[in-house]
């Protein structure tokens, strides 16, 4: 396999932040600690991430001059070294990610290569790490982008997302192995998009996101019980916004980055602790960016890509790691 790029060595984030970050990062000093891996192979954003067996797969993502690509590579936490795996089925980005017992899945996404928020699919696939293969499975009942994906009871929930109209949806919806079959569930509390949404002790977590437009963010924090079939509203998150990435690690949601604020990215960073229920202040991200895709291994989570402007601006190529407290 094609070796794409190694390490340019490591280093702590808590200096060149935005002037927000760079207040709050000199005193009190806040707790996690950024680091850098090996570099994406190019600059891309709206790509996905997804963590299975010591791996962080990136899917899919705006390239330089297309909003829309095929991408999929693959990150070996053990060598610090990228290589090429089979392409995603169909150039997308958008694309919502999770992995169940030992596959990945593609969910959802746009397909328009030149207008932004346009040609939201329907479309699922499945990729075997094994095989190096793809391949489709039924496709949801509407066509969704920037959809919230998670995995719970050995199910595959899609939630919420951007429809072809470019409108927000509150619809949720399951993917059952065992029936090869969609059904309908509880609705999201509000329609919204580009939000954080995790899995964890056997309830889902969908946190901020966007009712419309990228200004229009919210803090709110739904929690799904899939025993009652309802929602329950959790602790907000302390800084709405939208476009974010997320990963679970060390008993906390970390959410980080998003767009947008006073034409500038987010380059918070703050986690939920679950136990505790109460949110965290992190340490900032080393510099504002969004439409990035997070996965957690072990007691790290690795952030790949985006665009550190607002829209698809200033897209990035680095791979960022945090060590949560």
Request: glycine share 12%; with cysteine; proline share 7%.
């Amino acid at each position: 396999m094609q070796v794409l790029l190694r390490a340019i060595g490591m280093f702590t984030a808590v200096a060149a932040l935005g002037c927000a970050g760079a207040a709050r990062a000199q005193f009190p000093a806040y707790p996690g600690v950024w680091s850098q891996a090996a570099p994406l192979p190019h600059a891309i954003t709206e790509i996905a991430a997804a963590a299975l067996d010591g791996k962080i797969h990136a899917l899919g993502g705006g390239v330089e001059g297309r909003m829309i690509s095929a991408f999929h590579g693959e990150y070996d936490s053990l060598t610090n070294l990228w290589r090429w795996r089979a392409p995603l089925p169909v150039e997308l980005s958008h694309v919502g990610a999770a992995t169940m017992n030992g596959k990945i899945y593609a969910v959802g996404g746009l397909s328009s290569p030149v207008k932004v928020h346009t040609g939201s699919i329907d479309g699922v696939f499945e990729y075997d790490p094994k095989a190096d293969e793809w391949r489709a499975l039924p496709p949801m009942k509407i066509p969704r982008a920037a959809v919230g994906v998670a995995v719970l009871d050995g199910r595959l929930h899609a939630i919420g997302g951007r429809l072809p109209d470019q409108s927000t949806t509150a619809l949720h919806e399951v993917w059952d192995p065992a029936s090869n079959v969609w059904s309908a569930r509880a609705p999201l509390p509000r329609a919204r998009d580009h939000m954080a949404t995790v899995a964890v002790d056997g309830k889902i977590h969908v946190i901020g996101g966007r009712f419309a437009a990228s200004a229009d963010n919210t803090g709110l924090h739904d929690v799904y019980d899939p025993a009652a079939d309802k929602w329950s509203e959790g602790p907000p998150m302390p800084t709405p916004r939208s476009g974010v990435a997320f990963g679970f690690a060390k008993g906390k949601i970390v959410v980080a980055g998003g767009e947008c604020r006073n034409r500038a990215t987010f380059n918070e960073a703050e986690a939920f602790d679950v136990a505790a229920g109460k949110w965290l202040t992190l340490t900032p991200l080393p510099s504002g960016r969004h439409a990035f895709g997070g996965a957690a291994l072990g007691d790290k989570i690795y952030f790949a890509g985006g665009s550190r402007g607002c829209g698809g601006n200033d897209k990035a190529n680095d791979l960022l790691v945090l060590t949560p407290p």
